[in-house]
């Protein structure tokens, strides 16, 4: 059961921006780092934000995150077709004791 | 090259056990967390587990805690998972994950192995 909660899909025109959110709470967004993967079809996840809004080396800067409050999002510009991929948020839950994912949305590239 | 793969996948009776590897190489393992994470057929991930670099902190979800055993050899560079009371629901793809700093930030993953519970 997820408790992070994000779009089912998001689609975009290469060239376009995307923008996903993920809505959690005060236990985990709200008080812990946000993380996004980004999970290519038949491949394990790979992280693509850290900590909020650091994107590891090798990620373009397309790519690009941010936090409000008890929700985040994830920002992809300048949309390409090997975009097409399921994206998932992720925090640390207090009251759980655990991490939690988001529900997870899928790019589409129109 | 850091690297990740699991292995111990495979079909089981429900109610069966199962144990689970994740044979680290490329860089210390005992400096470093390390997860369990899931994902069922055609579903989203799933945590699991996590234990820290010593051992000395350990957490497992709810769906599996009782059932589910994380445990780590940091000399053989190694982490398991022993999986006991095994159900149909636990049936995925379990990917062993590095936890880079903090808890969550899963910076490195190994290519996964499946657990299928059937009779």
Do not use: H
């Not at chain 1, 376009?16 to 959110?21: A, E, L, M, N, Y």
């Not at chain 1, 709200?30 to 996004?36: A, E, P, R, T």
């Not at chain 1, 994206?87 to 004791?97: E, G, I, N, R, V």
């Not at chain 2, 589910?68 to 062993?96: G, H, P």
């Amino acid at each position: 059961q997820s408790v992070l909660t994000q779009p089912p899909s998001a689609s975009g025109t290469p060239g376009q921006r995307v923008t996903i959110s993920c809505s959690g709470s005060s236990s985990n967004i709200g008080s812990n780092y946000v993380f996004w993967f980004q999970q290519l079809p038949g491949t394990a996840p790979k992280l693509l934000i850290y900590r909020n809004n650091q994107r590891p080396s090798g990620v373009p800067d397309r790519f690009s995150g941010s936090r409000s409050g008890t929700s985040a999002s994830l920002a992809i510009s300048g949309l390409r077709s090997e975009d097409e991929a399921d994206y998932y948020c992720a925090a640390w839950d207090d009251s759980l004791s655990g991490c939690v994912f988001g529900t997870g949305t899928k790019v589409n590239v129109l | 090259e850091v690297q990740l793969v699991e292995s111990g996948g495979g079909l089981v009776k429900p109610g069966g056990s199962l144990r689970l590897s994740c044979a680290a190489s490329g860089f210390t393992l005992s400096n470093y967390s390390m997860n369990w994470v899931r994902q069922a057929p055609g579903k989203g991930l799933e945590w699991v587990s996590s234990i820290s670099s010593s051992s000395s902190y350990i957490y497992y979800a709810d769906s599996v805690k009782g059932r589910f055993t994380i445990s780590r050899d940091n000399a053989k560079n190694s982490m398991y998972l022993q999986m006991n009371s095994l159900r149909a629901e636990d049936t995925a793809v379990y990917y062993c994950a590095r936890d880079a700093s903090i808890w969550g930030e899963f910076d490195q993953w190994g290519q996964g192995t499946l657990v299928t519970v059937s009779s």
